[in-house]
């Protein structure tokens, strides 16, 4: 260039063309963050299915349609098929129509035809799109009945469905309509993609914390067993799985006799919230059932010999539990009275009820660190002597502890309402603590067993091998449903 040349500043049709479409992809960029992050948000916060559909559902209308579909693909069958596929969440803009739009899904895909939106989407992984004419493309591909009658009160003009695609996997889809808007454009498009891929994410997410979880679980139960109970006793147990914010932990109750006829009941808590939990406490509920029978001793040598068992096997997660075991002499029998003889593995103290109706709590002295901790600590035992009629509890911490509540509060709770409904009958009285002090979306697991000392007016008969006969079957196991399923 020559000095003194005049410099052309102003840009060409072309340079302006390509600002403006920056500009525009600028702006677009930025619409689209705020929606996909609060869709990665909502979705993140909950890891159940349903739940996160239900929310993905209620962003995406009125943002990007006027109703939708969320649809998951089921896990059991290996192939695809409209047998797998499962409508879980609707949302209309307007709230008149949101029960015609439950209807419609709910009707939707028995009445597909193979060439359904839904199944192409699905079978492609790829956006099948409708930009006009969407009711009469819809019922062109389902079969004639109500749901055509739904698709008219509907009335939708176009439909967009998205599969939701995870590690190459299709999960589900989203099927978006407008009625009383334009079909989405290039920008809305590449949001819906964006939002597409985060919620496939999450689904995907809870699907797997839900095959982890139902594993856990169906463990759980399975060890979950009714107690044994000799005549003069009451068993009453309860199991309570957490909800979704926990999982499905390694609590867990026992009762079981010895050889010389002397019962022993068993809470425990093993530490996490997973299968590996579950796990552990299965293989700790078995070997401290077999060490009691095989060696006969008491709660603390029972104790000791598990945490050395524990230490060869490596096992390293740790527990809490307390072992109580009921013994009585003839002179107590005469007096009517029974001893409890329990050690505590860093659990919280049992409590009784007394037949007066007075609650002492059993706290626990020396009796040593949880399980797994420090394998060669002694072990000690406490005893009390109890008048028949009286009610031994033993719980996990989720009966008593809550977010808003901690131990000691939760202790103080339980003793006060123990001395208002301890004289109830065994059933009712665990329901009413299991109703009324854990947390009421099930922040953690709850785990009890409740003993009641019935009056003696004569002894139970005895096989050869010392152990009583005509054990009764009056043991009531209650597993409240799972909050998250």
């Given at each position: 260039m020559t000095y003194g040349e005049a410099v052309n500043a102003h840009p060409s049709a072309r340079e302006r063309a390509v600002v403006r479409h920056a500009t525009a992809a600028d702006a677009g960029a930025a619409g689209r963050a705020p929606m996909l992050a609060r869709v990665t948000a909502e979705l993140a916060s909950t890891m159940d299915a349903d739940v996160a559909a239900d929310r993905l559902a209620q962003l995406l209308v009125p943002a990007l349609a006027d109703w939708c579909v969320v649809t998951l693909v089921d896990d059991e069958e290996p192939r695809p098929g409209r047998r797998r596929l499962r409508d879980i969440a609707t949302w209309h803009t307007d709230p008149a129509l949101r029960a015609v739009v439950a209807e419609y899904?709910?009707?939707?895909?028995?009445?597909?035809?193979?060439?359904?939106?839904?199944?192409?989407?699905?079978?492609?992984?790829?956006?099948?799109?409708?930009?006009?004419?969407?009711?009469?493309a819809l019922k062109g591909v389902l079969h004639p009945g109500r749901v055509h009658g739904l698709v008219d009160t509907l009335a939708p003009t176009w439909l967009v469905v998205l599969p939701l695609?995870?590690?190459?996997?299709?999960?589900?889809?989203?099927?978006?309509?407008?009625?009383?808007?334009?079909?989405?454009?290039?920008?809305?498009?590449?949001?819906?993609?964006?939002?597409?891929?985060?919620?496939?994410?999450a689904l995907d997410n809870a699907r797997r914390f839900r095959q982890q979880r139902d594993v856990a679980e169906a463990l759980q139960r399975a060890l979950l067993t009714e107690p044994v109970e000799p005549d003069d006793l009451e068993v009453v147990v309860r199991y309570r799985p957490a909800g979704e914010s926990t999982h499905v932990g390694g609590d867990w109750y026992d009762a079981f006799l010895q050889p010389d006829g002397a019962t022993m009941f068993v809470i425990g808590d093993v530490a996490g919230h997973d299968i590996e939990a579950a796990s552990v406490?299965?293989?700790?509920?078995?070997?401290?059932?077999?060490?009691?029978?095989?060696?006969?001793?008491?709660?603390?040598?029972?104790?000791?010999?598990?945490?050395?068992?524990?230490?060869?096997?490596?096992?390293?997660?740790?527990?809490?539990?307390v072992v109580a075991r009921l013994e009585q002499t003839a002179e107590e029998r005469e007096r009517g009275v029974t001893r409890i003889r329990w050690s505590s593995a860093g659990h919280l103290p049992p409590m009784v009820v007394a037949s007066d109706g007075s609650v002492v709590v059993l706290e626990a002295r020396d009796h040593g660190p949880l399980l797994g901790i420090v394998p060669d600590s002694p072990r000690n035992e406490s005893e009390v002597v109890v008048e028949r009629g009286s009610t031994l509890l033993m719980y996990t911490d989720g009966l008593i502890e809550r977010r808003d509540r901690d131990l000691r509060a939760g202790l103080a709770e339980l003793r006060r309402t123990l001395e208002r409904v301890g004289a109830e009958p065994l059933e009712s009285l665990t329901d009413a603590l299991v109703a009324e002090l854990?947390?009421?979306?099930?922040?953690?697991?709850?785990?009890?067993?409740?003993?009641?000392?019935?009056?003696?007016?004569?002894?139970?008969?005895?096989?050869?091998?010392?152990?009583?006969?005509?054990?009764?079957?009056?043991?009531?196991?209650?597993?409240?449903?799972?909050?998250?399923?």
């Open positions: 899904a709910a009707a939707r895909i028995g009445a597909m035809s193979e060439h359904a939106f839904l199944l192409d989407a699905i079978r492609r992984g790829e956006l099948v799109e409708v930009r006009t004419g969407a009711a009469v695609v995870r590690a190459g996997r299709t999960i589900g889809a989203l099927s978006m309509f407008g009625a009383a808007r334009d079909a989405l454009g290039h920008d809305e498009l590449t949001t819906l993609r964006q939002v597409t891929a985060a919620a496939a994410l406490m299965g293989q700790l509920r078995s070997m401290l059932r077999a060490i009691a029978v095989t060696t006969k001793d008491g709660p603390a040598g029972v104790l000791a010999q598990l945490d050395a068992a524990m230490r060869t096997l490596r096992i390293g997660t740790p527990a809490t539990v854990p947390a009421d979306a099930g922040e953690d697991d709850v785990a009890l067993v409740a003993v009641r000392l019935h009056p003696q007016d004569v002894r139970a008969p005895q096989d050869d091998d010392g152990v009583p006969d005509g054990l009764a079957a009056r043991a009531q196991v209650t597993v409240a449903p799972d909050a998250a399923s």
